[in-house]
């Protein structure tokens, strides 16, 4: 039989429950044996002081023989009234009688401890006449054998129809050499009935304390354990596919939010990391279906001429190899375009923005088509990805050539903005229209929908300017230029001189 483990939130509730059941207990155990340890200390006292009174009282008898001292203890005794909560007192003179206020417990012929008796009786009024103590029960012989036979100092007897009865017994010599043997003894039934009241009302209340503690326990185990409950749904929908699901920060604090702060970020990379590979299926599938149809219907052409001029042959390899050409350089675009949208994939160094964009500038070797040149450029050295800044370099120079007539100017600087650095590409061109200033670093976006794909590049060019300056944690822009083309920048936040750049 396979029986249910509890959740969490039930070993929390009974974690709890089991923690409080044993702080009652030792809190019980505490308070009982204390209660019980001072009403012991107490009635000790009590029966000490008792003691005392009585030896000072029978100290002021008339005369100091022991028959006197007699008559004076059961004065004394027979203003003690015996019951269940009262004091039992028995005082036994050397030589005299013994007198007590409890007379059933001392009857003739037992009186002390040879035995012996006084025969004048021993009842705190003097009237018990019958010597013959055969009718009494031997319960209560018992009884007075033991308050009479008691060793001196403290101890615990049991009396019928009393109980538990503390006694002490003490021997004094009271003025004229006279022995007395004083016996005080208090019933413990009161101490034992509050004993047993507390008891019972720890039990009452530490069920009901303990009940709800259980039912906090379960209350403090949900809250707690909350977040977990709601992480455990987000990634069961994000196992089903769903990535746009986040865990709620609001309202939340300490170690909950950063929890619930961690796991959405980690959703975040998740969700990013899905959407660029989606989106590079996406751009592969769209930009390479031209050049593969291309392929493929040359080929079926040349496939169904029996007889091939050689022609025919050089003119379709030709274009094979151009749609090859275009299909290679197209995912070698995406492939550097997935990369850099990656900000772990930097590798940052202080670099000096003035050679980096002169060499640039330079490698591109056109044939004095264009007027480009180097403009203003700050000596800051920035933390960047040399590479990846280069080709974002390249690729706006390239566009600003591409969208310039020949003889136009195109103007490259780099610019002091305080907490980031500026790339900044210029060209006399047409410019981009407002409402296109954003979609143009999309993917495969043209402006001119007459190009051609073969004449107008793969239109990633801009895309991956926009994931590098992304990685970098800066952004890409078009605004107008004082050339009165269009002007790309790229913005590269900076924290101090060659600082890193923040993460996004």
Same mark, same amino acid.
Request: hydrophobic content about 40%; glycine content about 12%; proline content about 5%.
């Given at each position: 039989?396979?029986?249910?483990?509890?959740?969490?939130?039930?070993?929390?509730?009974?974690?709890?429950?089991?923690?409080?059941?044993?702080?009652?207990?030792?809190?019980?155990?505490?308070?009982?044996?204390?209660?019980?340890?001072?009403?012991?200390?107490?009635?000790?006292?009590?029966?000490?002081?008792?003691?005392?009174?009585?030896?000072?009282?029978?100290?002021?008898?008339?005369?100091?023989?022991?028959?006197?001292?007699?008559?004076?203890?059961?004065?004394?005794?027979?203003?003690?009234?015996?019951?269940?909560?009262?004091?039992?007192?028995?005082?036994?003179?050397?030589d005299g009688g013994t007198?007590?206020?409890?007379?059933?417990?001392?009857?003739?012929?037992?009186?002390?401890?040879?035995?012996?008796?006084?025969?004048?009786?021993?009842?705190?009024?003097?009237?018990?006449?019958?010597?013959?103590?055969?009718?009494?029960?031997?319960?209560?012989?018992?009884?007075?054998?033991?308050?009479?036979?008691?060793?001196?100092?403290?101890?615990?007897?049991?009396?019928?129809?009393?109980?538990?009865?503390?006694?002490? $017994?003490?021997?004094?010599?009271?003025? %004229? !050499?006279?022995?007395?043997?004083?016996?005080?003894?208090?019933? =413990? *039934?009161? +101490? #034992?009935?509050?004993?047993?009241?507390?008891?019972?009302?720890?039990?009452?209340?530490?069920?009901?304390?303990?009940?709800?503690?259980?039912?906090?326990?379960?209350?403090?185990?949900?809250?707690?354990?909350?977040?977990?409950?709601?992480?455990?749904?987000?990634?069961?929908?994000?196992?089903?596919?769903?990535?746009?699901?986040?865990?709620?920060?609001?309202?939340?604090?300490?170690?909950?939010?950063?929890?619930?702060?961690?796991?959405?970020?980690?959703?975040?990379?998740?969700?990013?990391?899905?959407?660029?590979?989606?989106?590079?299926?996406?751009?592969?599938?769209?930009?390479?279906?031209?050049?593969?149809?291309?392929?493929?219907?040359?080929?079926?052409?040349?496939?169904?001429?029996?007889?091939?001029?050689?022609?025919?042959?050089?003119?379709?390899? $030709?274009?094979?190899?151009?749609?090859? %050409? !275009?299909?290679?350089?197209?995912?070698?675009?995406?492939?550097? =375009? *997935?990369? +850099? #949208?990656?900000?772990?994939?930097?590798?940052?160094?202080?670099?000096?923005?003035?050679?980096?964009?002169?060499?640039?500038?330079?490698?591109?070797?056109?044939?004095?088509?264009?007027?480009?040149?180097?403009?203003?450029?700050?000596?800051?050295?920035?933390?960047?990805?040399?590479?990846?800044?280069?080709?974002?370099?390249?690729?706006?120079?390239?566009?600003?050539?591409?969208?310039?007539?020949?003889?136009?100017?195109?103007?490259v600087s780099a610019l002091?903005?305080?907490?980031?650095?500026?790339?900044?590409?210029?060209?006399?061109?047409?410019?981009?229209?407002?409402?296109?200033?954003?979609?143009?670093?999309?993917?495969?976006?043209?402006?001119?929908?007459?190009?051609?794909?073969?004449?107008?590049?793969?239109?990633?060019?801009?895309?991956?300017?926009? $994931?590098?300056?992304?990685?970098?944690? %800066?952004?890409?822009?078009?605004?107008?230029?004082?050339?009165g083309g269009a002007r790309?920048?790229?913005?590269?936040?900076?924290?101090?001189?060659?600082?890193?750049?923040?993460?996004?």
């Amino acid at each position: 039989m396979n029986l249910h483990r509890p959740g969490l939130r039930g070993k929390l509730a009974l974690a709890i429950a089991l923690v409080l059941l044993t702080a009652l207990g030792i809190t019980y155990v505490a308070v009982y044996r204390g209660t019980g340890s001072e009403l012991s200390s107490r009635t000790d006292n009590e029966l000490a002081q008792e003691v005392d009174r009585i030896s000072t009282r029978l100290e002021s008898a008339a005369g100091e023989d022991p028959d006197a001292y007699t008559r004076r203890a059961r004065t004394i005794t027979s203003a003690e009234n015996f019951g269940p909560n009262a004091r039992v007192v028995s005082i036994s003179i050397a030589d005299g009688g013994t007198a007590t206020n409890q007379p059933e417990l001392v009857e003739p012929g037992i009186d002390r401890p040879d035995g012996g008796g006084d025969g004048s009786g021993t009842s705190g009024d003097g009237e018990h006449g019958d010597d013959d103590g055969s009718h009494e029960p031997d319960e209560k012989r018992q009884d007075a054998r033991r308050i009479l036979t008691a060793s001196p100092g403290y101890s615990t007897i049991e009396i019928e129809d009393v109980g538990k009865v503390r006694l002490l $017994a003490r021997e004094v010599e009271l003025p %004229g !050499r006279v022995a007395a043997s004083i016996r005080v003894g208090q019933p =413990l *039934a009161p +101490s #034992e009935n509050a004993l047993q009241g507390l008891s019972d009302t720890f039990v009452i209340v530490g069920i009901a304390t303990l009940l709800l503690g259980a039912l906090a326990g379960w209350l403090l185990a949900s809250t707690a354990t909350r977040p977990m409950r709601r992480m455990a749904s987000v990634a069961e929908g994000v196992d089903a596919g769903d990535l746009s699901s986040r865990m709620p920060v609001e309202g939340t604090r300490d170690e909950v939010r950063r929890l619930a702060e961690s796991f959405n970020g980690m959703l975040d990379r998740l969700e990013d990391a899905f959407d660029r590979q989606r989106a590079f299926v996406a751009d592969a599938s769209h930009d390479l279906r031209t050049p593969l149809t291309v392929v493929r219907g040359q080929i079926e052409v040349l496939a169904r001429d029996p007889d091939p001029t050689p022609e025919e042959v050089g003119r379709v390899s $030709a274009l094979v190899i151009q749609s090859t %050409g !275009r299909m290679e350089s197209m995912v070698d675009d995406l492939l550097l =375009l *997935a990369r +850099s #949208e990656s900000e772990q994939s930097l590798r940052l160094e202080s670099v000096e923005l003035g050679p980096l964009i002169q060499g640039e500038v330079e490698s591109l070797g056109f044939d004095g088509n264009r007027d480009l040149t180097v403009g203003e450029i700050t000596g800051r050295r920035v933390a960047i990805d040399r590479e990846q800044i280069a080709r974002a370099v390249s690729n706006l120079i390239s566009n600003a050539v591409a969208h310039t007539s020949e003889g136009g100017r195109v103007e490259v600087s780099a610019l002091d903005r305080s907490d980031s650095v500026a790339l900044i590409v210029d060209d006399d061109g047409p410019g981009v229209p407002v409402a296109d200033r954003e979609r143009i670093f999309n993917r495969f976006a043209r402006l001119d929908q007459a190009r051609s794909s073969a004449s107008g590049g793969s239109g990633l060019g801009l895309a991956i300017v926009a $994931a590098i300056a992304g990685a970098h944690g %800066g952004v890409a822009r078009c605004t107008d230029s004082p050339l009165g083309g269009a002007r790309f920048e790229i913005e590269i936040p900076v924290t101090g001189s060659g600082g890193v750049p923040p993460s996004r």
